[in-house]
């Protein structure tokens, strides 16, 4: 497997892991019914994504994403802190966008800086990003 390939799909998990645990983190302040369905949905095809991407890297060879206990540690504490006053349907929509907005930034900047990935890749990688698009179209009705 392509160094480029594993930079991608290491990319994809990262992202996907990065979504699963902010709505692990936001899921028990989300009062709005509809909008707890749509995450629950919105995890279970991020968890889908990422074994995805964990597939075709066991294929390949290669290790699996790595991520730090600090980053999860960042994340608990910033949904904590930015729901702490205010768990307002429309704010917890807010920063759904916002997370799907750095997701959608580093998986652009990841595929620019790894052009040669191969097809299956970058077709995990689109797909992430064709989701993230249609999460933060869906997510406005809320704000």
């Not at 995805?52 to 994340?75: K, N, P, V």
């Not at 006053?85 to 800086?113: C, D, F, P, V, Y």
Request: charged share 30%; hydrophobic share 40%; no cysteine.
């Amino acid at each position: 497997m392509k160094n480029d390939d594993v930079k991608i799909l290491h990319e994809v998990q990262k992202n996907t892991r990065m979504a699963m645990k902010a709505i692990d983190s936001i899921n028990d302040r989300i009062y709005d019914d509809d909008l707890a369905v749509h995450v629950t949905r919105e995890s279970m095809k991020y968890a889908e994504l990422y074994n995805r991407a964990t597939d075709r890297l066991l294929e390949g060879r290669a290790a699996s994403f790595r991520e730090s206990g600090f980053q999860d540690i960042m994340l608990r504490g910033g949904v904590r802190a930015n729901t702490m006053l205010n768990t307002s349907t429309s704010h917890i929509a807010e920063l759904m966008i916002q997370g799907s907005n750095r997701g959608l930034t580093s998986m652009w900047k990841t595929i620019n800086h790894h052009e040669n990935a191969g097809n299956v890749s970058m077709e995990i990688a689109r797909e992430l990003m064709d989701f993230e698009e249609k999460n933060i179209e869906m997510l406005k009705q809320y704000l």
